[in-house]
């Protein structure tokens, strides 16, 4: 008999649709010249004391597996910058677990709390992982549009309208990937009121907390009631310019982490030993780094910002993150056509909205974790583009 790998496969993964994300990335790699604004990683390496650190932890001989939660002395150190930076307070040991990026914490997070049928909400335009992790889980994905007249914001009347009785969690991703929105203090403390009203579990993806533009990030686990139901989801990867050490973390209620680090050793074992020493020096003697990298960042916000506005494509200011999400909408293309045109055409790699949820279309994401060089080349093809598409 003829082995036939669909009639094994599960419906479950094979109903999922590829990153929208790495669609345009893959593409782009195969072609010269091309500037690519598309994949959110910083394009500063890791600053040389923390890459010491990991350099120096191989050369004592630290090779072998780590505690499954991870080292104790990384977890004391979370606890320590949850607290420094947040003014969270964790215990270490019960309220912490180190992971393989933040996005392990995400889905171990969900699949320790989600029953088949259980809905899980999620603002959009978002992250691409939340989603599909959801479906994995046997949940239903609530999408809940935000939008840049109210600067892509979460409201209360929003999340009110989207909750029914087999709500059980709301995803809060902000700083916000595509959009760069954020929410301010007196913003989740509306939410919380809503919450509080209907017994809702929060899991609060922080991984781009450090890098806001003008006020501090307020965590909605410091809000009155908001403590024991949020699990706090952050990593390494954005702040300290980490992503290929691939490490994460999450901070939460003790009972829920148990649960989450169940799974997390029979799939992981632990996460990379090299990585974790590497992270004890980031957290102890990072914090320059960041406002270093942070300023960079803001630099190169305000041109990209000024340079869509000044091409006729309305930009939203983001506050947080390193993404611009112009609206496209006056060219009369959508988001797809445009970016794969641009992509083919001038030479430019930038992301559709609906990659991030049906309510992108209309705009594009793109990184401002590159270069000025690069860009203002990049925002020079793009303005050129534009002029020949209207």
């Known amino acids: 008999m003829t082995f036939k790998p669909e009639n094994f496969l ?9 990153s929208g994300i790495r669609k345009f990335f893959d593409i782009a790699a195969e072609m010269d010249d091309v500037i690519s604004l598309g994949v959110g990683e910083p394009d500063f ?3 040389w004391h923390i890459r010491d650190e990991g350099v120096y932890s191989l050369e004592k001989g630290h090779t072998h597996y780590t505690p499954n939660r991870g080292l104790s002395e990384l977890r004391i150190e979370i606890s320590n910058y949850m ?14 677990i180190v992971t393989v990026g933040g996005s392990e914490a995400i889905d171990i997070f969900l699949r320790s709390v989600i029953e088949p049928g259980d809905e899980v909400l999620i603002p959009e335009p978002s992250f691409v992982c939340y989603k599909p992790i959801t479906q994995l889980c046997g949940g239903v994905a609530v999408p809940v549009l935000t ?6 914001k979460l409201t209360a009347e929003a999340l009110s309208s989207a909750i029914t009785e087999k709500t059980k969690v709301l995803v809060l991703p902000y700083p916000n990937n595509p959009t760069g929105g954020i929410m301010t203090k007196e913003d989740l403390e509306e939410i919380a009121e809503v ?13 781009y907390a450090e890098l806001t533009y003008g006020r501090k990030h307020i965590s909605i686990a410091s809000i009155d009631g908001m403590y024991e139901r949020t699990m706090v989801v952050s990593g390494f990867s954005k702040a300290y310019a980490m ?8 901070c939460g209620h003790p009972d829920i982490i148990t649960q989450m680090t169940k799974i997390h050793q029979y799939a992981i074992m632990s996460a990379p030993t090299t990585a974790q020493y590497a992270a004890i020096e980031a957290l102890r003697n990072g914090d320059n780094d960041i406002e270093v ?10 041109i990209i910002v000024s340079g869509f506005n000044s091409m006729g494509l309305d930009c939203f200011e983001p506050e947080g993150a390193f993404y611009a999400f ?11 056509d445009f970016c794969e045109k641009l992509l083919y055409s001038n030479k430019v790699a930038v992301i559709p909205g609906t990659a991030f949820g049906d309510c992108g279309e209309g705009h594009i994401r793109c990184s401002y974790a590159y270069s000025l060089e690069n860009i203002n080349e990049a925002l020079e093809r793009i303005e050129s583009f534009v002029k020949k598409v209207r």
Not at 10 to 18: D, G, N
Not at 243 to 250: E, F, K
Request: proline share 7%; no cysteine; aromatic share 8%.
């Open 83 to 96: 607290k420094r930076r947040f003014n969270l307070s964790y215990e270490p040991l019960t309220q912490t």
């Open 195 to 207: 919450i509080r009203k209907h017994d809702i579990m929060i899991l609060s993806d922080e991984i």
């Open 293 to 302: 990298m942070r300023e960079e960042y803001d630099s190169r916000r305000k």
């Open 243 to 250: 992503t290929g050490w691939r490490l994460g973390y999450a």
């Open 326 to 336: 112009p609206s496209i909408k006056s060219t009369g293309l959508s988001s797809g």
């Open 45 to 47: 390496v890791t600053p």
């Open 147 to 152: 939008t840049a007249e109210h600067s892509f």
């Open 10 to 18: 599960s419906k479950a993964v094979t109903q999922l649709p590829p």
